[in-house]
Every structure is written in C-alpha cells, then in structure tokens.
C-alpha cells in the first residue's frame, strides 16, 4: 500500500511540475503582535489561557512577565505586585483532572523553577491509564508524566493507545495519537502510528490549491504539524509529508496570523515554528522588502529571503530567473544573481534600473539555493515578487489654436512651452473651435508615451464651475483636444460667457509627476439669446423657509343666514299644524286608556332619548335605553292599536 | 294659447276639487303631513345650494330623513287606503301604522347618529 501511494505521489510531483513556494512570511512585526497578545491574556482568567501565553511567549523567544499589579479587592486604587506565573499555575491546577495537569505542567516546564506536587500528580495520572482509556486522556497523561519527569510505562501506553485507536479515528485523536508516540521511550514499535500520518495528510482538505487545512480549524492543523514534525524528529525518519503539501500548511497558519485569542495565536506560533526548524521540510519565504516603485532616486529591488519565522537560513544563493513586464510580457532580465545586504543576513538587492526597463508592471521570479547543500530547504523556486517602474514625463509640442469653422481665415497657433502659460488671454467665440495638440514623452528614453490621464480642465473663473474634457491621443501618440465653443456652449458651459482658465491635467501610474498646468486663460463668448441670465440656484444652499400652514377651517355660512333658515325650516312645522287643524283632526276621541297614555310617553321619551344621544350619549348607552323604552313603548302600542282595531271591527 | 293655459287651469281645479271631496279625511291629514316632509326637504336642499355643503354629513342626514319620512308616509298611506285593501288583505290599519311607528324609530336613530 504504501509503495503504491508512493510512486502516485512522485508521478503527481511530475505532473505538476511547477513548484509551490509560501505566499507570505510572519515577519518581526506579526511576531510582534501575537507577543502583545500573549502578554494581553493578563490577569489569567483560566489555567489554559495561562498555559498557551506562556507557552506561546517562550516559543517567540520573549520575556515572560514575572509580575504585576493586581487590584486590592475592596480598596479602591490600591494595588500590590504578586509573583504571578507560577503562583497562579500552583493556584488554578486541579490534580484530579489529567487535563488541568497537562495544562499546568506544560506551563511550570516552560517557567523552568516551578514546581507541581508530583506525588498527586502521578497518582491521579497513572490511575488513568486504564482499560477503556480515550485517547484524549492518553495523551494528557503521558504529556504530564513527561513534562514533570515521571517514568511513562510505554508499552502499556501503546496497547492502550492502539486499543482506543481502533473506535475513534477522528483526526485530533489521530493528531494526539502522533504526540504521544513522540514522547514514549525510542525502542516503543509506533510504526503504525508514523505510517498514519500520511493517512491523516489525505483527509486534509485543499483550498485554491495554496492552502491545506483539516476542517477549517486552525488548532486542528497546528496540533497535526507539530505532532508529525515531532515524531518524525523522534523517529529519524522523513514523515510522509509531500513538499508541496508542507508549503501549503505554511500558507494555511500564515494566512491565519491575524488572530487575536491567546489559543489560536499559541496555534499560529507553534505551527510556524515547526516548520520554521524542523529536520525535514523548511520552506523558504521570499517577500518583497523595498517599496513597491522602483525609480531612478530608487534603483534597487530588495527582498528578504527567509523561513517562515523570518529567521535566516545560512549563506545562500539567490538569483533572478526572469523578469516579465505585465504589459506586453516582455522579458527584461534573466538569470541575474542578487547581491547580500551587509547588515541583514536575510536581505538581498538587485538593481533593476541596471536592466534598462522601460517603465511599466514587472514580475520578477526568484530561485534559491543554499551555498551549503541543505536538503530540508523547500519552496526554493517559483517565488515571485511585483515592482514597477515609473518615468518622468516631459509634455512637448504644446500648440494652441482657435480656428474659425468656416475655415476662412488661417488659425492662430500659439506654441506655449511647460511650465509657463501663454502671455496673453485667448479670446475665442462661438464661431470658433479651440485646438490643443501636444505630446507626451517619457524622459527615460525620449519616446513618446501616452498617459492613463490626459484631461482639459476648463475653469470658470468667477464661478468656479468646471467643465472636464478628455484629450485622446492618435496612432503616433500625439495628443489632440477640439472643442467647438458654439455646439458645447449650452450643454457644458450652460452659456456662461467670461473668462475661463484652462489647465492640462496628466497623471498615470508609472509617472513620477503627475501635473495639473494651467496653459492658458480663455475669454469665451457665447451666443447672448441661449444664455440663462440667471445662475442656475446653488442646490447645496439653504432653501427657502416652509411655514406650516394649519387647516383652515370651512367656509361657513354667516350666523344670521343660517339662523334665518332655521327658522325656514322649521316654519313647514307650523303649516302643518295648520293643516291638521282645518282638516279637523280628532283629537277629542283620544282614549284615557292606560295604553294610550303608556304608548304616546314612550315614543315621546324615545325621542327625548335621540336628543340626548345626540348631546351627550353614546351609541351603546342609547341603545341599551332603546332597548328597554321600546319594550314598553311596543307592549302599550301593541294593546292601543288592537283595542282601536277591535274597536273598529265591532 | 289662453286656451291650453283654460285648459291646464281647469284640469288643476277639477282635480283639486275631486280630491276635496272624494278622499276620505285620514288620508287627508297624511296628505298634509307628506307636504310638510317635502317642504322641509326642500327647504333643506336649497340651503345646501345656496352656502355648500359643508358639513356635508349633517345635509345628507337630515336630507335623507326627509326623504324616508316621505317614503315611510307614502306606504302608510297605500297601506291605509281603503281603495286598496284587496292588495292589503293580511295587513290592517294599524300594523301598517305600528310599522310606520317602527321603521320611523329607526331612522331616527340612524339619522340622530349620522348627523354629527
């Protein structure tokens, strides 16, 4: 099995051809940070955030602070200095938890003069190791046991790692798996575990083929580099780990470098720093040091050539296989060797203008090799670092003329050299047009160039407003700008006669100096009649005050007219009476009955009732008296009515 | 000419003449009410010409009363109408009138919520 996977790895390395080089470096300044971050996890709150600062500040090389100040509980402002580190582990340690024990001796191991109570720490470790053990707690206990110097039955730890192995073959247990081997006695058989690391590697998973990665998880890579690394250091033997794969862990830690928990800063640290110094795979970094531009005040290109902790690896050769302008992929150099910087062991400089490079985008690719043969270096080709060039730009040939459209008369060309500005105003019409021609030329060479920025900037000089014109450059790059004053009046200058001031704006990103030159100053006239004599109102000005204006109220009627139709109103009550009474109505047979009287007070209170409801009631109060007087009102009704009828019928 | 004018004024005073003498007096005196309903009415739509008709749900209300008053008036009098009593053989006088009395206790009601 493993032959096969052998000879698919190397006919894959054929195929692929290419090699892989880091994309980045955690230069001093990252180291820097991920310092700040350990130093940060003070006061500890958890003896694991105590643990990974420690640790992750020994692993940079930098001071552990021993002291600090703590707040006095319940004194204000008042604080004491307390011997931390090792008081706080000795403090926050549970001995029962192999855990709690692989954190804290971790920790006085890295302090060097602290010290745990071993006797409790190996009975609870040593209890552990048991039947049935999980992994995880394997690899706490023999981490303790090693750290605080207590023997680690190895073959015992063995069968009991590969008995738990046989359930659980996640890939932090098969992680752990490698940092326990690590740490048993040398003669321990742990072939099955090393062979697992290629098993591990595959299950890795491939991002843009630069970055390989287990599930995202930044802990879970780490843990597995440093776990392989170290085992294959154990073991004097070269782990299953592909070149290309070691530069795409590299690029995976890297790119997580701007983490900001002690953990995972811890993670980053750790990771590079195996593969910063380890027995079999150190890719090499190489990062563009210099700026960006590379001009005639600045010549030279300098790259920092490095392992992926920014520490220098030796004397080394460092070459310059090509360098191809992005433009038109012409090759400029090849094969050129670069030069050490003397106060930098990592530093090394070419001087790219001795290429004679016209300006432009370059790509330059680097190759490495080590004066002393070293067979752990990786990475050492394919590195490729971007400069540009840039030029100083020389405007020429800068003519000037208003030509009448009807070509009548010859044009007045006025030739105006850069910096000055032509002696007197031009004055120009709308029966004219305007022409500029000029021409761009690069100093370096004296060829003519054209620029990302050729504009003409028309100023009104009383109000500011500018009108913005692009000058387009023909098949020998001479540069023309017309404008026919008649046609632009309305739509550019909203025909604004006065006086303008022109300037010539050119700017590109390989030009030094980039300028803005006021050539001339034009008093142009335009067509009176189109002319919108009043300014277009400045929109970005206070507006005119809006009074809110409340609802007015109806138009009505005046008092008098509307009382008089009251009164006109109600006068056809009056008419009907009058009615009634010459018609003779009856009202001498009204019956003194109970019903009679009962049935006319209920429908005159019923009416009483509406005019209260209109005054003062609401519907649901109205309609509950409703209710009530139209019982009665409809019983006596009711008696009324059939009386009268009976009355009738007999 | 002055004969069709004759003619318009002798048809008016026949008619008027007839209905003095035929119609019996109870019909009469919900003849009067009626025109007392449709004077109001009238008098109220030609205010609401003359200065608009804001408030315009106080002019609907009291418009509309106006007119179911009218209407509520007509039936009791069809229904009243001796003439007419093979078309109203299951109603009496005076359900018509309970009716009358009922619908009106309504309308008032609607038409008191209604004018504001």
């Given at each position: 099995m493993t032959r096969g996977t052998t000879l698919l790895v190397l006919f894959a390395l054929t195929v692929v051809g290419q090699a892989l080089t880091p994309t980045t470096v955690l230069t001093t300044v990252d180291q820097a940070r991920l310092k700040a971050v350990f130093e940060n996890a003070r006061p500890f709150t958890d003896l694991a955030s105590a643990h990974y600062s420690i640790l992750g500040l020994k692993l940079l090389g930098a001071q552990i602070p021993n002291t600090h100040m703590v707040k006095i509980e319940g004194e204000c402002c008042q604080y004491e200095r307390v011997e931390d580190n090792c008081n706080y582990v000795k403090s926050a340690v549970d001995y029962k938890s192999p855990e709690s024990l692989y954190y804290a001796s971790a920790a006085t191991k890295a302090l060097g003069n602290c010290q745990l109570s071993n006797s409790n720490a190996q009975n609870t470790l040593q209890a552990a190791i048991k039947d049935g053990v999980d992994v995880p707690t394997l690899f706490f206990v023999v981490s303790a046991l090693t750290n605080l110097g207590l023997p680690v039955n190895s073959n015992e730890v063995v069968n009991a790692l590969t008995e738990a192995l046989k359930t659980d073959d996640s890939i932090l247990s098969g992680s752990m798996a490698l940092h326990i081997a690590a740490q048993l006695s040398k003669e321990t058989d742990v072939k099955v575990i090393f062979e697992s690391i290629e098993d591990l590697v595959a299950q890795a998973d491939e991002v843009g083929e630069k970055y390989l990665q287990f599930e995202g998880d930044l802990g879970l890579t780490s843990f597995f580099v440093v776990g392989a690394y170290r085992l294959a250091g154990q073991q004097n033997k070269a782990p299953l780990i592909m070149e290309d794969q070691a530069v795409k862990f590299a690029n995976y830690l890297l790119s997580r470098k701007?983490?900001?928990s002690p953990k995972n800063a811890y993670d980053v640290a750790a990771g590079l720093s195996t593969l910063g110094n380890n027995k079999y795979h150190i890719p090499v970094c190489i990062t563009r040091e210099s700026s960006m531009t590379v001009s005639s005040a600045q010549s030279k290109v300098q790259v920092r050539v490095s392992n992926v902790m920014s520490g220098a690896l030796g004397k080394l050769t460092v070459k310059a296989d090509s360098a191809e302008r992005k433009e038109d992929g012409a090759v400029v150099l090849s094969n050129s060797a670069l030069t050490a910087v003397a106060k930098d062991n990592t530093l090394y400089e070419l001087d790219f203008l001795k290429t004679k490079a016209g300006r432009g985008f370059y790509t330059i690719e680097f190759s490495v090799a080590a004066d002393k043969p070293d067979?752990?270096?990786?990475?050492?080709?394919g590195a490729q670092v971007e400069v540009k060039v840039v030029t100083t730009v020389n405007v020429e040939e800068v003519e000037l003329s208003l030509e009448d459209k009807d070509q009548s008369t010859p044009p007045r060309v006025t030739k105006v050299q850069y910096p000055q500005k032509t002696g007197s105003n031009l004055a120009g019409d709308h029966h004219q047009n305007l022409v500029m021609k000029f021409l761009l030329k690069d100093k370096a060479d004296n060829s003519a160039m054209e620029a990302h920025q050729a504009f003409v900037r028309l100023t009104n000089k009383r109000t500011k407003q500018e009108v913005i014109f692009v000058a387009e450059a023909d098949d020998d790059h001479v540069y023309k700008f017309e404008l026919d004053i008649g046609a632009s009046a309305k739509e550019h200058f909203n025909s604004l006669s006065g006086l303008y001031a022109m300037d010539l704006v050119v700017g590109d990103a390989l030009i030094q100096n980039p300028f803005a030159w006021n050539v001339a100053d034009l008093q142009l006239k335009f067509p009176e009649d189109s002319a919108t004599s009043e300014e277009k109102p400045n929109l970005y000005q206070p507006r005119e005050e809006i009074k809110h204006m409340f609802r007015e109220p109806e138009v009505r009627p005046p008092a008098t007219v509307s009382t008089a139709f009251t009164g006109l109103v109600l006068l056809p009550v009056l008419i009907l009476l009058g009615l009634w009474i010459k018609l003779g109505v009856n009202i001498a047979n009204f019956p003194l009955s109970l019903s009679a009287i009962g049935f006319h007070i209920g429908l005159g209170s019923i009416l009483v009732l509406y005019y209260l409801f209109f005054v003062q009631l609401n519907m649901f109060d109205t309609l509950k008296y409703l209710a009530i007087l139209g019982t009665l009102t409809f019983l006596a009704g009711n008696r009324l009515l059939g009386s009268i009828a009976n009355k009738r019928k007999k | 000419m002055a004969t069709s004018q004759a003619n318009v004024f002798t048809v008016v005073s026949k008619f008027y003449d007839e209905y003095v003498t035929t119609t019996p007096q109870r019909l009469k005196i919900i003849d009067a009410y009626l025109a007392y309903i449709m004077l109001t009415g009238i008098f109220q739509f030609g205010y609401c010409l003359l200065v608009g008709t804001f408030p315009f749900n106080s002019f609907l209300s009291g418009f509309i009363s106006c007119v179911a008053s009218f209407v509520l008036g007509v039936c009791l009098r069809v229904q009243v109408n001796p003439q007419n009593r093979k078309d109203f053989l299951h109603i009496s006088p005076e359900r018509a009138f309970a009716d009358f009395v009922f619908a009106h206790i309504i309308l008032h009601l609607v038409v008191m919520n209604f004018i504001g």
């Amino acid at each position: 099995m493993t032959r096969g996977t052998t000879l698919l790895v190397l006919f894959a390395l054929t195929v692929v051809g290419q090699a892989l080089t880091p994309t980045t470096v955690l230069t001093t300044v990252d180291q820097a940070r991920l310092k700040a971050v350990f130093e940060n996890a003070r006061p500890f709150t958890d003896l694991a955030s105590a643990h990974y600062s420690i640790l992750g500040l020994k692993l940079l090389g930098a001071q552990i602070p021993n002291t600090h100040m703590v707040k006095i509980e319940g004194e204000c402002c008042q604080y004491e200095r307390v011997e931390d580190n090792c008081n706080y582990v000795k403090s926050a340690v549970d001995y029962k938890s192999p855990e709690s024990l692989y954190y804290a001796s971790a920790a006085t191991k890295a302090l060097g003069n602290c010290q745990l109570s071993n006797s409790n720490a190996q009975n609870t470790l040593q209890a552990a190791i048991k039947d049935g053990v999980d992994v995880p707690t394997l690899f706490f206990v023999v981490s303790a046991l090693t750290n605080l110097g207590l023997p680690v039955n190895s073959n015992e730890v063995v069968n009991a790692l590969t008995e738990a192995l046989k359930t659980d073959d996640s890939i932090l247990s098969g992680s752990m798996a490698l940092h326990i081997a690590a740490q048993l006695s040398k003669e321990t058989d742990v072939k099955v575990i090393f062979e697992s690391i290629e098993d591990l590697v595959a299950q890795a998973d491939e991002v843009g083929e630069k970055y390989l990665q287990f599930e995202g998880d930044l802990g879970l890579t780490s843990f597995f580099v440093v776990g392989a690394y170290r085992l294959a250091g154990q073991q004097n033997k070269a782990p299953l780990i592909m070149e290309d794969q070691a530069v795409k862990f590299a690029n995976y830690l890297l790119s997580r470098k701007h983490v900001q928990s002690p953990k995972n800063a811890y993670d980053v640290a750790a990771g590079l720093s195996t593969l910063g110094n380890n027995k079999y795979h150190i890719p090499v970094c190489i990062t563009r040091e210099s700026s960006m531009t590379v001009s005639s005040a600045q010549s030279k290109v300098q790259v920092r050539v490095s392992n992926v902790m920014s520490g220098a690896l030796g004397k080394l050769t460092v070459k310059a296989d090509s360098a191809e302008r992005k433009e038109d992929g012409a090759v400029v150099l090849s094969n050129s060797a670069l030069t050490a910087v003397a106060k930098d062991n990592t530093l090394y400089e070419l001087d790219f203008l001795k290429t004679k490079a016209g300006r432009g985008f370059y790509t330059i690719e680097f190759s490495v090799a080590a004066d002393k043969p070293d067979s752990r270096l990786i990475g050492l080709s394919g590195a490729q670092v971007e400069v540009k060039v840039v030029t100083t730009v020389n405007v020429e040939e800068v003519e000037l003329s208003l030509e009448d459209k009807d070509q009548s008369t010859p044009p007045r060309v006025t030739k105006v050299q850069y910096p000055q500005k032509t002696g007197s105003n031009l004055a120009g019409d709308h029966h004219q047009n305007l022409v500029m021609k000029f021409l761009l030329k690069d100093k370096a060479d004296n060829s003519a160039m054209e620029a990302h920025q050729a504009f003409v900037r028309l100023t009104n000089k009383r109000t500011k407003q500018e009108v913005i014109f692009v000058a387009e450059a023909d098949d020998d790059h001479v540069y023309k700008f017309e404008l026919d004053i008649g046609a632009s009046a309305k739509e550019h200058f909203n025909s604004l006669s006065g006086l303008y001031a022109m300037d010539l704006v050119v700017g590109d990103a390989l030009i030094q100096n980039p300028f803005a030159w006021n050539v001339a100053d034009l008093q142009l006239k335009f067509p009176e009649d189109s002319a919108t004599s009043e300014e277009k109102p400045n929109l970005y000005q206070p507006r005119e005050e809006i009074k809110h204006m409340f609802r007015e109220p109806e138009v009505r009627p005046p008092a008098t007219v509307s009382t008089a139709f009251t009164g006109l109103v109600l006068l056809p009550v009056l008419i009907l009476l009058g009615l009634w009474i010459k018609l003779g109505v009856n009202i001498a047979n009204f019956p003194l009955s109970l019903s009679a009287i009962g049935f006319h007070i209920g429908l005159g209170s019923i009416l009483v009732l509406y005019y209260l409801f209109f005054v003062q009631l609401n519907m649901f109060d109205t309609l509950k008296y409703l209710a009530i007087l139209g019982t009665l009102t409809f019983l006596a009704g009711n008696r009324l009515l059939g009386s009268i009828a009976n009355k009738r019928k007999k | 000419m002055a004969t069709s004018q004759a003619n318009v004024f002798t048809v008016v005073s026949k008619f008027y003449d007839e209905y003095v003498t035929t119609t019996p007096q109870r019909l009469k005196i919900i003849d009067a009410y009626l025109a007392y309903i449709m004077l109001t009415g009238i008098f109220q739509f030609g205010y609401c010409l003359l200065v608009g008709t804001f408030p315009f749900n106080s002019f609907l209300s009291g418009f509309i009363s106006c007119v179911a008053s009218f209407v509520l008036g007509v039936c009791l009098r069809v229904q009243v109408n001796p003439q007419n009593r093979k078309d109203f053989l299951h109603i009496s006088p005076e359900r018509a009138f309970a009716d009358f009395v009922f619908a009106h206790i309504i309308l008032h009601l609607v038409v008191m919520n209604f004018i504001g």
